[in-house]
């Protein structure tokens, strides 16, 4: 069975901090936060960064799509994944990596996020998970690097959810926590998948997920999280 923290930092601390940067790592740390998730994607020169969306205005407010820029012309405050590694190594934080990458480079972003974590990834840490809504990305990284363990996102669970699981050997389901019902969550228990869900900042609703038995709380408001379930 897969071990996570009960709390995640969701894109660091973005409740508190600009998200996915290294700013919001620090702020989960600072709150409690033993890991964080982040989503890695790649620059138009194939550098892997830390970025949720394929622009680049809402969260740098730069009208500009990230597959197209440099990571020379990137905003400063946007960390390339080998800078969060490092920041992960001096906080002491493990990591959910989310393969979030821009349409049409599923396989090549897979690809080098995980060439980045076998090159970059202390020993120091626990051993990061991978995630992605992208099942090509997911076989891509399994491919790749079967030795890091991956989880599925799917925004809600339906029917095939385990096929699709089993598809790309994911050993946990990250899903919407907000649409999770109980039943799905014994199911996905009882068959020996950690369950994670996202993204949660409410307390009385988290405490109700954990009595689902889901094993993960990925939250923008970590302290607020662990301290209504510790």
Request: charged share 25%; proline share 6%; aromatic share 4%.
């Amino acid at each position: 069975m897969l071990q996570l923290p009960k709390v995640i930092g969701h894109r660091g601390a973005a409740a508190y901090a600009p998200e996915n940067t290294l700013a919001s790592f620090h702020e989960a740390r600072r709150r409690g936060a033993t890991w964080v998730e982040i989503d890695v994607k790649l620059t138009a020169d194939g550098v892997p960064i830390v970025m949720h969306d394929a622009s680049l205005k809402r969260t740098m407010g730069v009208d500009r799509l990230v597959a197209e820029t440099p990571r020379a012309e990137l905003p400063a405050d946007v960390p390339t994944f080998e800078e969060a590694i490092a920041c992960f190594a001096e906080l002491g934080l493990g990591c959910n990596v989310e393969i979030k990458p821009c349409e049409g480079r599923e396989v090549e972003t897979a690809r080098m996020t995980v060439e980045t974590l076998r090159r970059c990834w202390p020993v120091s840490l626990p051993p990061p998970l991978l995630s992605s809504f992208k099942a090509a990305s997911l076989a891509a990284a399994r491919e790749a690097a079967p030795e890091f363990v991956r989880a599925i996102l799917l925004g809600e669970i339906g029917e095939d959810w385990r096929s699709r699981t089993d598809a790309v050997g994911a050993m946990g389901v990250n899903t919407n926590g907000t649409t999770l019902t109980a039943p799905r969550a014994v199911e996905i228990r009882k068959a020996g998948y950690a369950l994670s869900v996202y993204t949660i900042d409410d307390a009385d609703v988290a405490k109700a997920l954990i009595g689902m038995g889901v094993d993960c709380i990925i939250t923008d408001a970590p302290d607020i999280i662990l301290a209504a379930i510790n």
